[in-house]
């Protein structure tokens, strides 16, 4: 029951490019949620904490019992 308001505020951060908000969550929310991702979105928002990207959330998708989220991080020019 905790997996879709999970995803849901994953794909908001990812369109937003806020991934920063992340560090804030309680690791008790992904396990709740039975999610894995937020520790690699934590590392990725850690190297791109430069502030010198732009995100582009490309599919979100939630085809079984999972979600599974496509993002492109560009460098700004």
Do not use: C
């Not at 560090?23 to 430069?50: C, F, I, K, N, T």
């Amino acid at each position: 029951p905790h997996s879709q308001g999970y995803d849901d505020d994953v794909v908001d951060a990812i369109r937003r490019n806020a991934l920063a908000e992340l560090v804030g969550w309680p690791p008790e929310r992904a396990r709740a949620a039975l999610a894995d991702s937020l520790w690699q979105m934590l590392m990725l928002h850690g190297a791109l904490s430069d502030g010198a990207w732009d995100a582009d959330l490309l599919s979100y998708e939630a085809p079984t019992y999972f979600g599974m989220a496509v993002a492109s991080f560009m460098r700004k020019e």
